[in-house]
């Protein structure tokens, strides 16, 4: 699939209504950071906004809705970040949650031994690097590039690289990311497989609405393009998703809408089950 510019939401809220009258069931995906959290230079700070979280809370108590948080985050982390969703994939989708049980993928709970040791190394590497430093999320780990210095963020790859050849034992792989390189298993399974194992917990023909903000989105948007709808949070960029949000305030008001819409939808249900006619209030 190729990547165009992705359209911003405003100018396709008449396909996105269509597709939502549609049908009796969303699937709301959302990533974290970026999305529904604003960047912040110290991840531990960052916090979603409020009414996105509003919004997000809302929409979980709608029956029209499944809400899920995909997030390169530890499952753990995110989910002390959002309250609200009944669905969360963390580290990339290597670990999900959904029915109360959550599932970890086998190979990359094997190779979190690989993860511990290339950050113990990594961390020992950048000790005298004042924009560097290593977050370790035991399946997955990220090293955060804080200089704009573009020599530096390459000295910073390649010794990431280095380390992941020997200690990682060509099992592990790094991307980039927005200030980051994300390490992880080298295993095809991402932020897409997630979505799919997250469709299992709604009906087959539920809209599948994916928000986020980084590379690692991409395959999500791949994987819910074009009978759901991708949308890329930030500035125009090329991507899979078809759709486009500023920032997360922007993000918070679309979740607002959404809510709106939703509860339309449930009224609309509640009649169809008591027998009467089917009424579109959705505007
Ligand atoms: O998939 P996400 O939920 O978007 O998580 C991706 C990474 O997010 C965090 O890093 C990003 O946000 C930080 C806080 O705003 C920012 O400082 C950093 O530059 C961003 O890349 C998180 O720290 C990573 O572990 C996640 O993988």
Known sequence: ?????????????????SA?????????CLDFDGTMAPIVDDPSEATPL???????????????????VVSGRSLADVRSRLDGPSLFAGNHGLEIQRRGSVSVHPIARKRSTLVDRSCIELSDAFDSFDDCWVENKRLTATVHRRSNSPDRRETIRRVTKSVLDRVGEGRLTYS??????EISPRIPWGKG???EVLRRSVPADSLVVYLGDDTTDELAFEAVEPEGIG???GEPAPSRASARLDSPAAVASFLHWL?????????????NAVGRPSQRTVQ
């Open 176 to 181: 980039r990311g927005r200030r980051i390189l």
């Open 259 to 271: 809510e709106s819409d939703a509860l339309a939808r449930s009224k609309r249900s509640q009649m």
């Open 20 to 28: 939502l009258r549609e049908t009796d069931s969303v699937l709301l």
């Open 50 to 68: 409020t009414t996105a979280v509003d919004a997000v809370q809302s929409l979980a108590s709608n029956p029209t809705v499944r809400t899920a």
């Open 1 to 17: 699939m190729s990547k165009d510019s992705p359209i911003p939401v405003d100018e396709q809220l008449p396909r996105i209504r």
């Open 193 to 195: 497989n997630a979505v």
């Open 231 to 233: 949308i890329l949070v």
